[in-house]
């Protein structure tokens, strides 16, 4: 199995995993080979990189399902109350199978809560402590097998995100509940699925309100497990929207406004992305011969992110319209369920569902783009931080013109770039010969260095303003040295400043480490009870959790920098 390098942390290495391995490398070379030639240049070159080459114009991204539309109801008639429980997940279970097959990205459970309360309802099941019990018990089982089961011939793990946090109804409350406190209490095996707290005021946020119970026991599992990050309806990213239509994958892609209907998370997706590398822009002007301020280099970078971005728009409608010549038998589990906002009818092009996806343009490297014009640090300057928000600024404006004049949902993506955070650098390094190169990965989308040294409240001060802008999806993430484990009021105040300054999307990260000999859990490189050296280390990467042995050398690199927003305890204001 030698030669093959994996893209992403959370593929292994298994005798069918590498033929897949190996089968999506030569589909990735032909679709290259098959695309006009600009477009496979740039890609190449390492200018743009298209995710996904193995799924263009086969099948779309990701999807939040839209799981109530056609719940097949009828098949659990003159079944048991506690056949029914289980069947609801067996169900969930089967879908994600089969969706696995039928797309090439995540998973997402818009309410995985509120839907439960409404299949309960459906069913008529009593609230009884035995069903209660049952239902836990497959919260359970259901969180287990996310996280063991996997998808594409054994090769990789399903990425399923469940949103949740909103019901305040009991039963509602309890799958809340049940899901939180098992993936709290559970071992460092358990590391997916990915949970999203969706933070609401009047539901969940002050002491009065009804699931303010629920938002403590998030933080408690985020202080120890780093899960749930937290999706923020009070912030100026998410105010106008309505909190039980719109939910975010684990890895930050976000799809709501809708040119073809109301603002909407619930049964629409993503169809493809394709990310600009911001700092190669960058380093092509800063190697021009002529002298110029750095307010022309930044003219400069602009005129020519937007040849490159209309090239990208060239890509993402080339793709989409590769999409349309498949048909409805080609996705049989949504034909079948229903999943998306609209129906895959055999008798109708695909248009009618696949024009609410959206189509995104996504960035990398924003503050490293931003040193090489100016060689102002992004991190600390105001003035460079004040120009990478206009230069996002800009691109957001480019992404809605477009948008417009092809009626499509194009989208800014503030990339999580797992890969590419690594691919780029190691290409732009053959060319270039500047510092921001040394690193050996690029800063993610539009985030302060990772080494910042920031407090977690001034790195949401500094990345709070760009949330509104990247309506594709984006994060921030708080760095802490260790596990913050019973200080739930640093992580509650880090929401708090998420919420204040504008911030869609949050999550904290630490060092997880966990000794394979005997299973003692900390941050440490040798284990501090039996002095074993075989350590386990958890690492956040793209939004979800992984072992950071399989992590990509750009990942790695990345980890390796990072230096903790604050030491514990966090001190509260
Ligand atoms: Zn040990």
Redesign the pocket.
Known sequence: MKGIQFDNAAQRKTYVGWVYEAGTKVIKERVLDELPGEFARLHTEGLIHIHDLDAYGQTYNCLQMDLLRSFPYGRFDGASTFRKITGIFDHFRDVIIKLGNEQSGGIGFPNFDLDLEVIFTEFDIPQTSENLQALRDSVEAFIDWCNYSRERCGQTTYYVSLNLGLATGQLGRHVTRSAIEYFRDSSLDVIKPNIIFKVKRGVNCAPSDPNYDLFQLALESSCKKMIPTYLLFDSAANAAYEPAKVAIMGCRTKVVADVYGEDRSVGRGNIGYVTINLPRIALEIDAQPTRRTAEQKLQQFKSRWTEVAETVVAILLHRYSDLLHMTADDFPCNQKFGLWVKDFDPEQSLEEVFRHGTLSIGFIGLSDAIEILTGDDFTRSSNAQRQGYELVEHMRCFVDIYREKHALNFTLLASSGEFISGRFPSIDADHFDHPVLEKGFYTNSFHVDVDSGLNPLEKIAVEGPFHVLANGGCISYVEFSAAPLANTEAVAEVVEAGIEHGVNYLGVNFPLDR?L??G?QGTFDQ?P??R?KRIQRIRRVSGYLEDFEFFTPGKKAEVENRRPNSCVPFEVR
Request: aromatic share 0%.
């Open positions: 000794c000999d005997c003692e284990c009870r039996c074993s």
